[in-house]
């Protein structure tokens, strides 16, 4: 069967078996770094800033791996990616007395690079392979690809917490080192070399976009991924440990089941939006609207004393459903509006907005928390949701980009 696919069709599903590997030991690894080191005694602001240069290096990454993939071909920057991975698991081998706050933080910076080149990679493939006349069909792949790897993430978080509840710390990095690195031999053997490469030349000036609405969705995701991360990043694990009393276990379990289910939601999100063919613009103003709402009835919830565990869980479940949407179309009007030659660039740019909103939501996250809770974490999280509408309403119409 796979003979009778295209060797364009053949090497996406590389990239994207890559890529899911990679999300897993991206997400157990996060889930593993927030429970050891908070079980170890570190506040939620030093947890939040364990993961500083992660967001931070994912900002410069997306950045400079666009250029990179529009230069090199994207399969390079993938294969380079899965390798620097490796190298940030090996770091944290180490005996526990060496595992410094610097010392973690520089492992996660590696693992930020490797994550960034990894995700531009794979979704700047997929603008390569579809019409640019079939919109509804790109949006349904965009579709599929970032659902299946939220999905995966969140069985990444369930098993972060499984193997660090069996085999410790240390055991569950060399584990998911070990796997992989025999990813990363056969990425190395059958990868092609030549994907994604521009036609032209990409200059070191046209790292920076100039397209309007580049702009505009790169600040719309800004936003929106700030608004995710200041509550559920650091705030709400180290909430559901020491205010309920949570296991590793359990925690893992419920954020794990959390994200599977908002990646189930990602890959079926065509099918509440119409397949992005009417209007995606206001179907984006339309849902993140719904979105700003719903941090803001969890908030209430919790600030008149309701039941936590039971608010917490509906409250999280609404706002993974709606998030799910909005991500959904966020990353599917990246892709339709950017370039086909060089998208990498346009797309690079874009995830680099990405990991500075999750840098602004995971500092945050740590310092709100600690200074006056999760009610104030959730409320800053609506006013960046409502920003983030705002600008996406002014993104102009595609037909309108594309004669211009």
Known sequence: ??????????????????????????????????????????????????????????????????WLGARWGLNRTMNIGLGVQIVALTMLLVPSSMLSVVWVMIAQALSGIAKDLNKMSAKSTIKLLVPDSQQGQLYKWVALLTGSKNTLKGVGFFLGGLLLTLIGFQGAVLAMAIMLALVWVSSLIFLTKESGKAKFKPKFTDLLSKSKPINILSGARFLLFGARDIWFVVALPVFLASQLNWSHWQVGSFLALWVIGYGVVQGLAPRFTRSGEAAPREQAVVWGALLTVSPFLLALALWQSLPIASSIMLGLGLFGVLFAINSSLHSFLIVSYSRADGVSLDVGFYYMANAAGRLLGTVLSGWVYQQWGLIACLIISCVLLLWSTIAISFLPDREQRLTS
């Open 1 to 66: 069967m796979l003979a009778n696919l295209s060797p364009a069709i053949r090497q996406y599903m590389l990239v994207t078996g890559n890529y899911w590997a990679f999300t897993l030991t991206d997400g157990a690894l996060r889930m593993l770094v927030v429970l050891h080191f908070h079980q170890l005694g570190y506040s939620a602001l030093e947890v939040a800033m364990l993961f500083l240069f992660y967001e931070f290096f994912g900002i410069v990454t997306n950045l400079f791996g666009g």
